[in-house]
Protein backbone atom coordinates (compact mmCIF):
# COMPACT_ATOMS: atom_id res chain seq x y z
CA UNK A 1 0.00 0.00 0.00
CA UNK A 2 3.01 2.49 0.96
CA UNK A 3 4.13 1.48 -2.48
CA UNK A 4 0.86 2.40 -4.25
CA UNK A 5 0.83 5.73 -2.12
CA UNK A 6 4.00 6.75 -3.40
CA UNK A 7 3.06 5.89 -7.09
CA UNK A 8 0.45 7.81 -6.93
CA UNK A 9 0.51 10.86 -4.75
CA UNK A 10 -1.85 12.80 -5.69
CA UNK A 11 -4.41 9.96 -4.45
CA UNK A 12 -5.50 11.17 -0.91
CA UNK A 13 -7.19 7.66 -0.10
CA UNK A 14 -4.05 5.63 -0.78
CA UNK A 15 -2.07 7.84 1.65
CA UNK A 16 -4.92 6.92 4.11
CA UNK A 17 -4.36 3.38 3.72
CA UNK A 18 -1.04 3.39 3.51
CA UNK A 19 -0.79 5.21 6.70
CA UNK A 20 -3.26 3.12 8.23
CA UNK A 21 -1.25 0.10 7.63
CA UNK A 22 1.64 1.03 8.91
CA UNK A 23 0.25 2.50 11.82
CA UNK A 24 -1.15 -1.30 12.58
CA UNK A 25 3.00 -2.42 11.44
CA UNK A 26 3.66 -0.53 14.03
CA UNK A 27 1.24 -1.84 16.50
CA UNK A 28 2.10 -5.04 16.32
CA UNK A 29 6.07 -4.19 16.21
CA UNK A 30 5.15 -3.08 19.89
CA UNK A 31 6.35 0.48 18.60
CA UNK A 32 2.94 2.03 20.47
CA UNK A 33 3.68 6.07 20.13
CA UNK A 34 4.51 5.44 16.35
CA UNK A 35 1.58 3.61 15.89
CA UNK A 36 -0.65 5.92 17.71
CA UNK A 37 0.87 8.97 15.98
CA UNK A 38 -0.09 6.68 12.40
CA UNK A 39 -3.56 5.24 13.49
CA UNK A 40 -4.75 9.20 14.64
CA UNK A 41 -3.47 10.81 11.66
CA UNK A 42 -7.07 9.90 9.28
CA UNK A 43 -9.03 8.27 12.06
CA UNK A 44 -11.82 10.46 10.49
CA UNK A 45 -11.22 9.22 7.09
CA UNK A 46 -11.41 5.40 7.52
CA UNK A 47 -14.59 3.36 7.54
CA UNK A 48 -15.90 2.95 10.79
CA UNK A 49 -15.81 -0.98 9.68
CA UNK A 50 -11.64 -0.67 9.67
CA UNK A 51 -12.52 -0.02 13.85
CA UNK A 52 -9.80 2.33 13.83
CA UNK A 53 -11.01 3.48 17.46
CA UNK A 54 -9.95 0.01 18.81
CA UNK A 55 -6.30 0.11 17.21
CA UNK A 56 -5.74 3.69 18.75
CA UNK A 57 -7.23 2.24 22.19
CA UNK A 58 -4.64 -0.26 21.59
CA UNK A 59 -1.83 1.78 21.24
CA UNK A 60 -2.91 4.00 23.75
CA UNK A 61 -2.62 0.93 26.21
CA UNK A 62 1.03 -0.02 25.11
CA UNK A 63 2.03 3.79 25.63
CA UNK A 64 0.88 3.49 28.95
CA UNK A 65 2.65 0.30 29.39
CA UNK A 66 5.73 1.40 28.51
CA UNK A 67 5.31 4.32 30.58
CA UNK A 68 4.39 2.34 33.63
CA UNK A 69 1.28 3.99 33.91
CA UNK A 70 -0.93 1.04 34.51
CA UNK A 71 -3.61 3.03 36.00
CA UNK A 72 -3.91 4.68 31.96
CA UNK A 73 -3.39 0.78 30.98
CA UNK A 74 -5.99 -0.30 32.84
CA UNK A 75 -8.35 2.34 31.76
CA UNK A 76 -7.52 1.49 28.20
CA UNK A 77 -8.00 -2.22 28.43
CA UNK A 78 -11.68 -1.53 30.74
CA UNK A 79 -12.56 0.72 26.98
CA UNK A 80 -11.17 -2.00 25.01
CA UNK A 81 -13.19 -4.31 26.81
CA UNK A 82 -16.52 -2.53 26.31
CA UNK A 83 -15.99 -2.22 22.93
CA UNK A 84 -15.28 -5.94 22.31
CA UNK A 85 -16.67 -7.98 25.85
CA UNK A 86 -17.00 -11.03 23.57
CA UNK A 87 -13.11 -11.27 22.51
CA UNK A 88 -10.96 -13.40 24.78
CA UNK A 89 -7.63 -10.63 23.82
CA UNK A 90 -9.58 -8.05 24.98
CA UNK A 91 -10.53 -9.75 28.12
CA UNK A 92 -6.88 -11.13 28.95
CA UNK A 93 -5.65 -7.43 28.42
CA UNK A 94 -8.26 -6.92 31.08
CA UNK A 95 -6.65 -9.75 33.14
CA UNK A 96 -3.26 -7.95 32.48
CA UNK A 97 -3.89 -4.69 33.31
CA UNK A 98 -5.29 -5.82 36.68
CA UNK A 99 -1.94 -7.87 37.04
CA UNK A 100 0.09 -4.75 36.32
CA UNK A 101 -2.15 -3.42 39.03
CA UNK A 102 -1.55 -5.70 41.50
CA UNK A 103 2.09 -6.17 40.79
CA UNK A 104 3.03 -2.66 41.95
CA UNK A 105 0.15 -2.31 45.19
CA UNK A 106 0.11 -5.52 46.09
CA UNK A 107 -3.36 -4.99 46.52
CA UNK A 108 -5.37 -8.47 47.01
CA UNK A 109 -8.68 -7.03 45.02
CA UNK A 110 -6.37 -6.21 41.75
CA UNK A 111 -5.13 -10.00 42.12
CA UNK A 112 -8.60 -11.48 42.06
CA UNK A 113 -9.88 -9.00 39.39
CA UNK A 114 -6.98 -10.18 37.43
CA UNK A 115 -8.04 -14.20 38.01
CA UNK A 116 -11.38 -13.82 37.03
CA UNK A 117 -10.56 -12.16 34.14
CA UNK A 118 -8.06 -14.50 33.45
CA UNK A 119 -10.22 -17.46 34.02
CA UNK A 120 -12.85 -15.83 31.70
CA UNK A 121 -10.44 -14.69 28.34
CA UNK A 122 -9.20 -18.69 28.93
CA UNK A 123 -12.93 -19.93 28.92
CA UNK A 124 -13.52 -18.03 25.44
CA UNK A 125 -9.68 -18.62 23.71
CA UNK A 126 -11.11 -22.40 24.30
CA UNK A 127 -7.38 -24.12 23.91
CA UNK A 128 -6.20 -21.44 21.29
CA UNK A 129 -2.50 -22.17 21.33
CA UNK A 130 -1.60 -18.72 20.24
CA UNK A 131 -3.34 -17.47 23.63
CA UNK A 132 -0.54 -20.16 26.40
CA UNK A 133 1.77 -17.34 26.48
CA UNK A 134 -0.43 -14.54 27.18
CA UNK A 135 -1.31 -16.33 30.16
CA UNK A 136 1.47 -18.21 30.92
CA UNK A 137 2.83 -14.37 30.85
CA UNK A 138 -0.21 -12.95 33.10
CA UNK A 139 0.46 -16.00 36.10
CA UNK A 140 3.90 -14.71 35.83
CA UNK A 141 3.23 -11.32 36.63
CA UNK A 142 0.57 -12.02 39.55
CA UNK A 143 3.67 -15.07 41.10
CA UNK A 144 6.46 -12.60 40.92
CA UNK A 145 4.59 -9.37 40.89
CA UNK A 146 7.45 -8.58 38.39
CA UNK A 147 5.92 -6.69 35.23
CA UNK A 148 7.91 -7.57 32.08
CA UNK A 149 7.02 -7.26 28.19
CA UNK A 150 6.26 -9.68 25.48
CA UNK A 151 9.79 -9.53 24.73
CA UNK A 152 11.15 -9.92 27.82
CA UNK A 153 9.11 -12.82 28.78
CA UNK A 154 9.68 -14.73 25.88
CA UNK A 155 13.65 -14.27 26.40
CA UNK A 156 13.54 -15.53 29.70
CA UNK A 157 11.24 -18.39 28.73
CA UNK A 158 11.66 -19.52 25.58
CA UNK A 159 9.43 -22.96 26.20
CA UNK A 160 6.67 -20.87 28.19
CA UNK A 161 6.36 -20.44 31.98
CA UNK A 162 4.57 -22.86 34.33
CA UNK A 163 5.15 -21.58 37.58
CA UNK A 164 9.37 -22.67 37.18
CA UNK A 165 11.53 -20.93 39.02
CA UNK A 166 14.30 -18.89 36.60
CA UNK A 167 17.48 -20.17 35.87
Excluded at 73 to 95: N, V, Y
Excluded at 139 to 146: G, I
Amino acid sequence: MSSAAAFVPENEDLRVLATFFEGIVLLRQDQNAAALKKLERYRNRLPVAYDVESLIVQAQMGVAFDAKDYDGFLSGAQALHQRRPQDATSQATLASAWACKYAVTGETTFQDQALLCLKQAEDMAQGNPDFKEYGERIRYRLATREIIDRKEFQKRFPNGWNGQKEE
